[in-house]
């Protein structure tokens, strides 16, 4: 009997080659996987589905995840306000956990003997594949046709040509990876340090040029509703506020960071909905929660970030991490009024029932009332006491 093999199955050249050498030089009985975070339209799945069983499948499935991928990863990290290097969204990193993580259950479900994926050798998304296999489905052989061969593209389609497969190979110039939480753009002009997307690069092109102002809508700590008007649930929102903001040309930003080899790298981005979703979140925050709250958030939500980035998801900590997360969100409810314009958007102030700016406790920089000139006299005076100690025990020895 032939071996039982899954394969995570986008339909492109890299895991088109993939299913060609597994079924018929490696032997293999293959299940494609696609696993959908929000990036595919119901004709681009059934176009993958189509080409999947004419390249000899014997069974696809698409694994729709785009609700779990909100509900036990995006709600976190916009209860974090997670930004990489304080600008990415973690676009693609977060989704290609959940992608992974459902390609390990449909591997189980079918008894596989072996796994795949299409990832090269020099990059995050390799690692991230590997790891989730390894924690979920130990010992299970997992079989990197790209990477092992260490091919190159024109390779890839030399082999397929020989086995029948024609098509229209020819590389797009830019490379789109779109999901619910933010589209990646790669380019010639992100492969070097100075470079920057042109115009026609981004995915959705500029088509609004009228200012607007919109109010979003946060119950304990989600995005619920816009303008009033409540969403069906924070997916929808979330579609709900891209289609609103993208044709502004909002969203828009390179990310250099650090990969998990320990390269640098750059990739354009284009997101709109969560870059405005963090910064009016965070704002809420600014008035509902306590200084030290905000602290030791800011603290653990930077570890969150960096960890999922570097394929630690399953890692028991995250869920640490996430109790806390949402611990603190109890009081982040309120209305967030943005002003959104051509390639810009900007916070215009809140409503909250537990606002602390309260004018019943004092306004800022001139009365107060729950307090007086001697409480504070007093207070400075204690305060200050330490480094006083200080100063005094040290005077000779500087």
């Known amino acids: 009997m032939k071996k039982k093999l899954v394969l995570a199955f986008s339909g492109g050249l890299d895991t088109t080659y993939c299913l060609k050498y597994l079924t018929e030089d490696r032997g293999f009985d293959v299940d494609t996987v696609i696993v959908d975070t929000g990036g595919f339209t119901k004709d681009e799945l059934a176009d993958i589905e189509k080409k999947a069983y004419e390249l000899g499948v014997t069974k696809h499935t698409c694994v729709d995840q785009v609700s779990n991928y909100y509900d036990n ?4 990290m916009v209860y974090g306000n997670v930004l990489k290097n304080n600008t990415y969204p973690l676009s693609v990193s977060a989704e290609r956990m959940f992608q992974a993580l459902a390609i390990a259950e449909y591997a189980k479900s079918v008894n596989a003997d072996a796994v795949a994926h299409g990832s090269t050798g020099a990059g995050n998304d390799q690692v991230r594949f590997d790891m989730v296999f390894h924690i979920l489905i130990p010992g299970i052989e997992i079989i990197t046709p790209i990477r092992d061969n260490k091919l190159s593209r024109e390779a890839e389609i030399e082999y397929l040509k020989a086995k029948g497969v024609v098509r229209d190979w020819t590389k797009a110039a830019y490379s789109i990876n779109k999901g619910i939480w933010g589209t990646s753009v790669g380019g010639k002009e992100t492969l070097t340090p100075d470079g920057y997307l042109p115009e026609a690069a981004w995915p959705t092109q500029v088509t609004k040029s009228t200012p607007e102002e919109i109010s979003l809508d946060f119950e304990n700590g989600e ?3 816009i303008n009033g008007t409540r969403a069906a649930s924070p997916v929808a929102a979330i579609l709900w506020l891209r289609e609103i903001a993208a044709p502004f040309g909002i ?8 990969t998990i080899i320990g390269i640098k790298g750059r990739v354009g981005f284009e997101a709109p909905a969560p870059l405005i979703i963090i910064k009016a979140h965070h704002l809420l925050e600014k008035h509902t929660l306590t200084k030290w709250q905000m602290y030791w958030k800011d603290q653990l939500a930077n570890w ?4 999922l980035h570097e394929g630690q998801y399953l890692e028991p900590v995250m869920r640490n991490i996430e109790t806390f997360l949402t611990d603190s969100q109890k009081s982040v409810t309120g209305s967030v ?3 959104l314009s051509p390639y810009n958007f900007y916070l215009m102030g809140i409503k909250s ?3 602390m700016m309260s004018s019943k406790f004092g306004t800022y920089g001139e009365m107060n009332n729950t307090w007086s000139g001697e409480d504070v006299r007093g207070f400075s005076k204690i ?6 100690f200080h100063g005094l025990v040290n005077q000779d020895n500087k």
């Not at 969203?251 to 650090?258: A, E, K, N, S, T």
């Open 337 to 339: 009024r943005v002003q």
């Open 251 to 258: 969203g828009r930003d390179i990310h250099v960071g650090d």
């Open 304 to 307: 969150y970030g960096t960890l």
């Open 223 to 225: 995005l619920v509703g």
């Open 353 to 355: 029932p537990y606002d």
């Open 73 to 76: 990863c995006i709600k976190y």
């Open 383 to 388: 305060l200050a006491n330490q480094a006083m």
